[in-house]
């Protein structure tokens, strides 16, 4: 095996072993487990049906809303930099290992709150969760991406349309600060937070998607 093919090897096996643990911390669904120990039940039976901070702030309780952005954003923010340290420190000393592993960390963890397995692979849109991987890959992006989805939500009050903002400028503030080692894994995060809103994009087109505090 050429020193070529071997490195390459390596650094897929890298990236097996990073999305695990990446795809398990994405996976715990705190808006579900917040909402059944508030006494307030499932909270797929409600509004949108999907366990992110948007709908659990439709039951009305803000501090749960809250508590469910924060958490959902420090799991993404925990699976890169849990699995950084680690392939910095056993698996890959080397600077580009890290950053494979960071990287497949945070898609992985977005992907994993978005089809969690334990929920039938049915979870949510997968925001709060990018925003958090983005600040641990690189803290620009996710100002950048945070100042875009707070003024348009402002603007707008329409939170599937501000995040959507915020998603779309992250892999350009990402190529600025970070060239194409931070600009490939924000991008294919964007990429499935966008098909995950592929209804709201159909809504919005149409004029039908609520607002922000309005009942879907």
């Known amino acids: 095996m050429s020193g070529g093919t071997f490195f390459g090897a390596a650094l897929g096996t890298l990236a097996l072993i990073a999305a695990l643990p990446g795809y398990l911390l994405g996976s715990i669904p705190f808006g579900l487990i917040l909402t059944r120990a508030a006494g307030l ?3 797929r039976a409600i509004g949108s049906g999907n366990i992110g901070a948007t709908n659990v702030l439709r039951t009305g309780n803000k501090a749960l809303a809250a508590a469910t952005l924060l958490l959902d954003g420090l799991k993404g923010a925990a699976a890169v930099w849990i699995v950084g340290a680690l392939a910095a420190a056993y698996l890959a000393p080397g600077g580009e290992g890290w950053r494979i592993a960071a990287g497949v960390a945070a898609i992985a963890a977005v992907i994993g709150h978005c089809f969690p397995v334990w929920l039938g692979f049915r979870g949510g849109k997968g925001v709060a969760t990018a925003l958090g991987a983005f600040l641990a890959l690189a803290w620009p992006v ?5 100042l875009v989805w707070l003024v348009m939500a402002k603007v707008t009050r329409i939170s599937s ?3 959507l903002a915020g998603m779309i400028v992250a ?3 990402g190529y600025a600060w970070g060239g194409g080692a931070v600009a490939w894994p924000v991008a294919l995060i964007v990429l499935v937070v966008l ?3 592929h209804a709201n ?3 919005l087109l149409a004029g039908t998607e609520p ?3 309005q009942g879907k």
């Open 41 to 43: 039940g499932d909270i």
């Open 142 to 146: 996710f100002v950048a991406a945070g």
């Open 161 to 163: 349309a501000s995040a």
């Open 171 to 173: 892999p350009f503030v």
């Open 195 to 197: 098909a995950r809103h």
């Open 201 to 203: 994009i159909r809504r």
């Open 211 to 213: 607002r922000i505090g």
